[in-house]
């Protein structure tokens, strides 16, 4: 099992550079192919147009603005991507959409790697619904992009589908790591089972090739995400894989939750599944 190709949202700023250097450079790593997507909408006229001439001229500006951002968008692409397979697709459609639609295409989606504050969804990916809607497994970069090494990895286990969706979502990865934590964090009168589960989950990945140890440790729900970063940086690890929205996504948006605060506060690279 490999990613043989790679998808990623090119925008044209310049605060969104660092999420295609990451792309690239992973692309060249893995011997793999790299797509980009440009993908921006037209934002709603805000203003009361009666005689419609308003709207005609402003769609007018607004399809000139876009056309001038994706050309950009392109010319960045092929800059970046210039020695590797792939190609470049520039749409009108919202963001998270046309990315999930373009998932059918590729192995792994590449998102992250911009400021997180202010996110125009006309413009930008909402990686949360990415991650729900596009049935491939969404590696986000912290805002600063990065080269990910993958050495050391945190793989974040909770009894759940979409944890053993992230563990075999994320197995080119695992394979190549040099080492493997499989963590859960659980309520003290938990621990023995979880003990149980995480040696049975290294034992798998062990049938793979992929050499991992276990641990557990007792704390509150609340804490899971900055106990993952604890481990993480203990380590030396640059990524944690994780299973996304083990509970009802509004939940988690509600009262917090593993993946919303791991979307909000990525220290490092996190591989999600759904």
């Not at 893995?30 to 909408?41: P, R």
């Not at 997180?116 to 912290?142: F, K, Q, T």
Request: glycine share 10%.
């Amino acid at each position: 099992m490999t990613y043989a190709s790679l998808l990623v949202h090119v925008q044209p700023g310049v605060d969104e550079a660092p999420r295609l250097e990451t792309a690239a450079a992973l692309a060249r790593d893995l011997g793999a192919q790299l797509f980009g997507l440009s993908a921006e909408a037209p934002p709603a006229l805000g203003v009361s147009d009666p005689t419609g001439m308003l709207q005609a001229e402003w769609m007018g500006v607004m399809q000139q603005e876009l056309d001038r951002r994706l050309t950009a968008a392109q010319a960045l692409f092929a800059k970046a991507a210039e020695d590797l397979p792939g190609a470049w697709r520039g749409v009108l459609d919202l963001p998270t959409r046309a990315m999930a639609g373009a998932a059918r295409g590729c192995d792994l989606i590449v998102t992250g790697g911009a400021p997180l504050d202010n996110v125009d969804l006309y413009s930008a990916v909402d990686n949360g619904e990415l991650v729900i809607r596009a049935g491939r497994p969404v590696l986000v970069a912290p805002p600063s992009g990065g080269r990910l090494s993958g050495r050391r990895i945190v793989l974040a286990w909770k009894d759940t589908r979409e944890a053993r969706r992230a563990l075999t979502d994320s197995l080119p990865l695992l394979k190549r790591a040099e080492e493997v934590v499989v963590y859960e964090i659980c309520g003290a009168d938990a621990a023995e089972g979880a003990a149980f589960r995480t040696e049975e989950v290294v034992a798998q990945l062990g049938r793979h090739g992929v050499t991992a140890r276990a641990k557990v440790r007792a704390n509150d729900d609340d804490r899971v995400c900055d106990e993952l970063n604890i481990e993480a940086q203990a380590i030396d690890a640059d990524l944690i894989v994780a299973g996304a929205y083990g509970h009802n996504r509004f939940n988690e948006w509600a009262m917090g939750g593993v993946t919303r605060a791991l979307l909000r506060r990525p220290e490092r690279f996190v591989l999600l599944s759904h």
